[in-house]
């Protein structure tokens, strides 16, 4: 008489879970991913160097920074890893007794209307973070610290542009699944999001055009306050022109995107 053995519970590899269903943004990230988890052995290590060598009277400055900047790396990195396996912590009281498809409109939701647009302001903050970091050299607070610390916060930068990529890979997969994911359904059903970032890249081309051809007396605080930066009243509300200039562009976008496609079919 055979015997059933029961599975309580398996070890498995969040990577490869639903491989088949993948697309290259995801493999991209989750090898990416896999290669940065080393940086938590690495971690472990460093943290149980400094203890020995701390009670031994060797307290090495340098490796208490060292912590900090692997943790925060792999941290960083792990987001996006997270994103992209589904491996995130959630709430799952109501979400998980809804039909398939309202599930994937849920995250859908969540990913481009909540999340990416909160790591596209990410990025955009930590741009002139890292860029005030490079300008400075900026180094350790401790002289036997690590210095060169704005390559860390160059990074910290980049990293929020590796979380972007896995938000939209997902995000791609999860419209497949309801639609054919044309450009042009990409970029309606993601407005918000697609819309900030163009708003951020017309404010810093022009931003940078007029830097390039400023008087030589302004200051880049001085271009920020041009009139091409200025602001368009609505009644009682205020709209800056960057702004409306990117919800335009953004609207045209997707009718190019979505003529382009009638075109192609």
Same mark, same amino acid.
């Given at each position: 008489?055979? /015997? !059933?053995?029961?599975?309580?519970?398996?070890?498995?590899?969040?990577? /490869?879970?639903? %491989?088949?269903?993948?697309? %290259?943004?995801?493999?991209?990230?989750?090898?990416?991913?896999?290669?940065?988890?080393?940086?938590?052995?690495?971690?472990?290590?460093?943290? #149980?160097?400094?203890?020995?060598?701390?009670?031994?009277?060797?307290?090495?400055?340098?490796?208490?920074?060292? !912590?900090?900047?692997?943790?925060?790396?792999?941290?960083?990195?792990? @987001?996006?890893?997270?994103?992209?396996?589904?491996?995130?912590?959630?709430?799952?009281?109501?979400?998980?007794?809804?039909?398939?498809?309202? %599930?994937?409109?849920?995250? @859908?939701?969540?990913?481009?209307?909540?999340?990416? *647009?909160?790591?596209?302001? #990410?990025?955009?903050?930590?741009?002139?973070?890292?860029?005030?970091?490079?300008?400075? %050299?900026?180094?350790?607070?401790?002289?036997?610290?690590?210095?060169?610390?704005?390559?860390?916060?160059?990074?910290?930068?980049?990293?929020?542009?590796?979380?972007?990529?896995?938000?939209?890979?997902?995000?791609?997969?999860?419209?497949?699944?309801?639609?054919?994911?044309?450009?042009?359904? !990409?970029?309606?059903?993601?407005? *918000?999001?697609?819309?900030?970032?163009?708003?951020?890249?017309?404010?810093?081309?022009?931003?940078?055009?007029?830097?390039?051809?400023?008087? *030589?007396?302004?200051?880049?605080?001085?271009?920020?306050?041009?009139?091409?930066?200025?602001? @368009?009243?609505?009644? *009682?509300?205020?709209?800056?022109?960057?702004?409306?200039?990117?919800?335009?562009?953004?609207?045209?976008?997707?009718?190019?995107?979505?003529?382009?496609?009638?075109?192609?079919?």
């Amino acid at each position: 008489m055979s /015997e !059933q053995t029961e599975v309580v519970a398996a070890i498995s590899d969040p990577g /490869e879970i639903g %491989r088949a269903e993948h697309n %290259r943004g995801d493999r991209f990230v989750i090898t990416v991913g896999n290669a940065a988890a080393l940086l938590f052995p690495i971690l472990m290590t460093v943290i #149980c160097a400094q203890v020995i060598l701390r009670q031994a009277g060797h307290n090495q400055a340098w490796m208490d920074d060292l !912590q900090w900047w692997l943790y925060g790396a792999a941290v960083l990195m792990g @987001i996006a890893y997270a994103v992209v396996t589904n491996s995130h912590v959630r709430v799952d009281i109501l979400y998980d007794n809804f039909e398939k498809k309202k %599930r994937i409109r849920i995250d @859908i939701f969540g990913l481009v209307w909540l999340f990416l *647009p909160f790591i596209i302001l #990410c990025w955009d903050v930590t741009l002139d973070y890292a860029l005030t970091s490079i300008h400075a %050299r900026e180094g350790s607070d401790s002289p036997n610290g690590l210095h060169n610390l704005w390559l860390l916060k160059s990074f910290m930068n980049i990293a929020f542009i590796f979380i972007a990529i896995a938000v939209w890979s997902v995000y791609v997969r999860l419209l497949g699944q309801l639609t054919r994911p044309a450009l042009w359904k !990409q970029l309606f059903w993601a407005f *918000p999001s697609v819309a900030y970032a163009v708003n951020l890249a017309l404010y810093y081309a022009l931003f940078g055009v007029l830097y390039a051809t400023r008087d *030589p007396e302004m200051s880049a605080r001085d271009v920020g306050r041009l009139p091409a930066f200025g602001e @368009i009243e609505f009644g *009682p509300h205020e709209m800056r022109y960057t702004v409306l200039g990117a919800l335009l562009l953004t609207a045209l976008l997707i009718v190019l995107a979505r003529a382009l496609a009638k075109k192609d079919a």
